[in-house]
């Protein structure tokens, strides 16, 4: 299996912006063949940012591979950097391949 993780720093006082564009979101995941699990975590906050991660687990990386390169894909991210005023710094990928 396979865990993609995307770290973001959210500027004070825009975690609830941030936790709104991801309750609304149609990412239409649950179709996409290989996907199992999605969650929204939020990390501690500091004086600068509150940490959060989007954090994925598939079946395999090429599952996960394969739905970066569709058009579902595109549309789930379509509207990404529409909100770069609530963010210090871009999102950080992370991937994983799970071996216990």
Same mark, same amino acid.
Request: proline share 3%; glycine share 8%.
């Given at each position: 299996?396979?865990?993609?993780?995307?770290?973001?720093?959210?500027?004070?006082?825009?975690?609830?912006?941030?936790?709104k564009i !991801?309750?609304?979101?149609? #990412?239409?995941?649950?179709?996409?063949?290989?996907?199992?699990?999605? @969650?929204? &975590?939020?990390?501690?906050?500091?004086?600068?940012?509150?940490?959060?991660?989007?954090?994925?687990?598939?079946?395999?990386?090429?599952?996960?591979?394969? !739905?970066?390169?569709?058009? #579902?894909?595109?549309?789930?991210?379509?509207?990404?950097?529409?909100? @770069?005023? &609530?963010?210090?710094?871009?999102?950080?990928?992370?991937?994983f391949e799970?071996?216990?």
């Amino acid at each position: 299996m396979y865990i993609a993780l995307n770290r973001f720093k959210i500027l004070p006082g825009k975690e609830a912006h941030f936790e709104k564009i !991801w309750r609304g979101r149609d #990412s239409k995941l649950a179709s996409v063949p290989g996907f199992k699990t999605f @969650n929204l &975590i939020r990390g501690d906050s500091t004086g600068d940012y509150t940490l959060y991660a989007s954090h994925t687990t598939w079946h395999s990386k090429d599952d996960f591979v394969a !739905w970066t390169k569709s058009e #579902s894909f595109r549309e789930a991210h379509k509207n990404a950097g529409s909100h @770069n005023n &609530i963010y210090s710094g871009h999102p950080i990928f992370e991937g994983f391949e799970i071996i216990l």
